[in-house]
Structure formats: structure tokens, C-alpha cells
């Protein structure tokens, strides 16, 4: 565990949250989706932190989503009591699950296929306990689901009620918004993933079967969403902290970007135009995000030690530990004068990404007349 007061006592690479950004983000989010009339089911993988989560979560104690049952098993015991674990479920990940929920959280599963509802059906036979299920619905061919009106849907839905679990509703999840630009194309975007799940809702329903939660989430559909009429909630993640994606396609702006890679000049090759950091791809993740977008951001964003962005300076290449600090190529900035020594920040491509390389938050706290804490972070499976 690594704790400082300030900022330039910190070793580096560090993982710095600004708490003020975060909880501004959150506001922000929370008050576009409460005149919509739907609940906000925190996306716990971007923060994995117990500490975040107590400022994301409404009471501290749920609902919340989670990517991981290290995650489940980390915030149930932390006391969050609803919690959706928002991957396809393995069947041998139940025993997990079960355990869960016998301690006492209300641990629900997601699953896309008969036989992941028979192994779940199965299991809570066996347990005495009606697992609750969530129907996984794909709306924009981004990865996993069914198509909305595809006839499996209600087929799963029987396999669950009629074999000892719960089917508690459907989950889908607008991944392919990530390539969309701009308000009205993140609105359209949005507006196909609440038809997507309220369509399978109504099948489902209209079949005879119960469908009490109609779940949708990605962080740009979430912000961007005009009408969400049959919808019970909404799921983002990314949003509490942001990032250079978000920021490429409108979600927000770099400003907003409440996370950081803490680093210090270590040399320079000035025939090159380069400054070398100690932030290698080990710290900022390997991810090219911004890659594909219409200003391509490098690795990351440089920023002065207070968190102000140095214009035009991006992180053009990384090597494992080395980063090179150089002009962006579409850039007439100035390569500045910045010593061996000199601490800098680096926002991310993708907040989840680089947050994963960390054991924990330095945070600099909303009130700053507090010193920096460190937030501990679950790694894991």
C-alpha cells in the first residue's frame, strides 16, 4: 500500500483519482436519469474499490453491477446487498454464486443459452435457492445475446421458472455506441437498446412468463438517452471516472477525467523531440482506444502535476516500463522544457484498462483540507 500527503511525495507510476471530478461525474449522471423515472445501477469495473463504490452506490449498499465474483464476493462483504454480476455465467462458477447468496446478498446471474439456464436451474434445485436469472439480449451484434424476438428467449425463460430458479428479467448492453459521435447518434443509439430489451420484455411477457427488471447500460447511451419508457434501469460504469474514449466521442470532456498515470521525466532524446517518462504500457495498459477516433490520443494525454492539460502533448509510443513523451503529429505544439525530475499526469485511453494495472487509488479528496488516501483496489477472477 502506498500513502502520501501530497502528490510529488508519491513514487511513480501512480494511480491518481480526483474525487472531486468523480462525485461532479456521478451528479451528473444520476440527475440526466432521475426526470427519466429509472433507477442507476452502478458498473463497479471500472472503480473496483470499496471506497468509490460507497460514493457511487445510493446508501452505500446497492444496486450495483460487478464484472467479477472477486468483485461480488469483495462488495458483498463490504455490506452491498443487490448485486448483478453481468457476465455470461460458467457453470462452474455457482458454487461462487450460491455462496454468495447464502451469506446473504442478492447475487443475480446472466446468461444467454439453454444450457447455461439448465445448469443454473439445476443448481437451485439442488440448493433450495430460486437463483435469480437475467436474460441477456443483444442489441447492436457487439458480442454476446439474443436477438429480441428470437423464439430461445422464452424457451430459456421456461427452462428457469419450470426448473427451480427465478427469471428475473432481460440485460443488454449498446457496446457498439462506443463508435458513435456525437449527441443525436449516442441518442439513436440508445433508443435501439431500450427497444431492443422492452421488445424481448414484452415477448417474454406476452408468453406468460415474469419479467420485473428490463436492464440497460453503456456509459455514452446512459448520458445521451431521450426516452427509456419500459425500461427499470440503467448500467454504466465509466462514467464515475471518464476517459480519452469518452472524451473522443462527446460523452465528455477532458476536463471530466477524474483518473490519472502519476509519472516522472527520467531523460529525453532531444534530437527526437522526445521527453522519456517512467510510464510504460505496465501503467497506462496497452490500450489504443483513441486509435480510430478523429484525434488519435496516443497512449495518453500529458498534464502538468496540478492535473492541467499540456496542450498538444500525447504519450506517442510505450514501451514496458518507458514512455515517450512527444508533440502529437496533427500538433503545432512546442516541445516544453521539462527536467529530469519533472512529476506529470497522464489521462487514459481507457480508464478501466489502466486502473487494472494498480493496486489501489491515490486520491486527492473533494475536501482539500484532507490529505490523499488510498483506496484499495480487488484484482482478480
Not at 491518481?16 to 433507477?39: C, K, Q, S, Y
Not at 470499496?50 to 462488495?75: C, I
Not at 462506443?178 to 433508443?191: P, Q, S
Not at 496516443?298 to 513523451?325: F, K, M, P, W
Request: net charge negative; charged share 20%.
Amino acid at each position: 500500500m502506498t500513502t502520501a500527503d501530497t502528490l510529488d511525495a508519491l513514487p511513480t507510476p501512480a494511480l491518481v483519482l480526483d474525487e472531486t471530478r468523480m462525485l461532479r461525474n456521478i451528479a451528473r449522471l444520476r440527475g440526466h436519469l432521475d426526470p427519466l423515472g429509472v433507477a442507476l445501477r452502478p458498473h463497479l469495473k471500472t472503480v473496483k474499490s470499496v471506497e468509490a463504490a460507497r460514493r457511487l452506490l445510493t446508501g452505500g449498499n446497492g444496486p450495483a453491477t460487478v464484472s467479477t465474483l472477486k468483485e461480488a464476493e469483495a462488495f458483498a462483504a463490504a455490506g452491498v446487498r443487490d448485486i448483478l454480476y453481468a457476465v455470461g455465467i460458467a457453470p462452474r462458477k455457482l458454487d461462487r454464486v450460491l455462496a454468495l447468496r447464502a451469506a446473504g446478498c442478492d447475487l443475480s446471474v446472466v446468461l444467454d443459452s439453454p444450457e447455461q439456464a439448465a445448469a443454473v436451474a439445476d443448481a437451485a434445485r439442488r440448493a433450495g435457492d430460486p437463483v435469480p436469472v437475467l436474460i441477456e439480449i443483444d442489441c447492436d451484434g457487439h458480442r454476446s445475446g439474443l436477438r429480441p424476438d428470437d423464439p430461445a428467449v422464452a424457451a430459456i425463460g421456461r427452462v428457469l421458472e419450470q426448473g427451480g430458479a427465478t427469471l428475473r428479467g432481460v440485460v443488454t448492453h449498446a457496446g457498439e455506441s462506443y463508435g458513435a459521435v456525437g449527441a443525436d447518434a449516442l441518442a439513436d443509439f440508445a433508443e435501439q437498446e431500450r427497444l431492443a430489451a422492452v421488445t424481448a420484455a414484452t415477448m417474454l411477457r406476452a408468453a406468460g412468463l415474469p419479467c420485473p427488471v428490463v436492464s440497460v447500460g453503456s456509459t455514452p447511451t446512459a448520458h445521451f438517452a431521450r426516452d427509456l419508457t419500459g425500461v427499470t434501469e440503467v448500467r454504466a460504469g465509466v462514467f464515475a471516472l471518464f476517459d480519452l474514449v469518452m472524451a473522443g466521442i462527446g460523452v465528455c470532456s477532458l476536463d471530466d477525467i477524474a483518473l490519472s498515470v502519476l509519472t516522472t521525466v527520467i531523460g529525453h532524446q532531444r534530437d527526437r523531440g522526445w521527453i522519456i517518462v517512467d510510464a510504460g504500457w505496465m501503467a497506462l495498459s496497452r490500450d489504443r482506444g483513441t486509435a480510430k477516433q478523429a484525434i488519435d490520443q496516443g497512449y495518453g494525454v500529458v498534464c502538468d502535476i496540478d492535473g492541467r492539460v499540456l496542450d498538444g502533448l500525447i504519450v506517442t509510443s510505450a514501451n514496458q516500463e518507458h514512455g515517450i513523451i512527444a508533440p502529437r503529429p496533427d500538433s503545432a505544439a512546442v516541445l516544453p522544457d521539462l527536467p529530469v525530475g519533472t512529476l506529470l499526469r497522464i489521462l487514459p485511453n481507457h480508464a478501466c484498462a489502466t486502473a487494472a494495472q494498480f493496486d489501489g487509488f491515490s486520491v486527492l479528496p473533494d475536501d482539500a483540507s484532507q490529505p490523499m488516501a488510498h483506496w484499495p483496489r480487488v484484482r482478480g477472477w
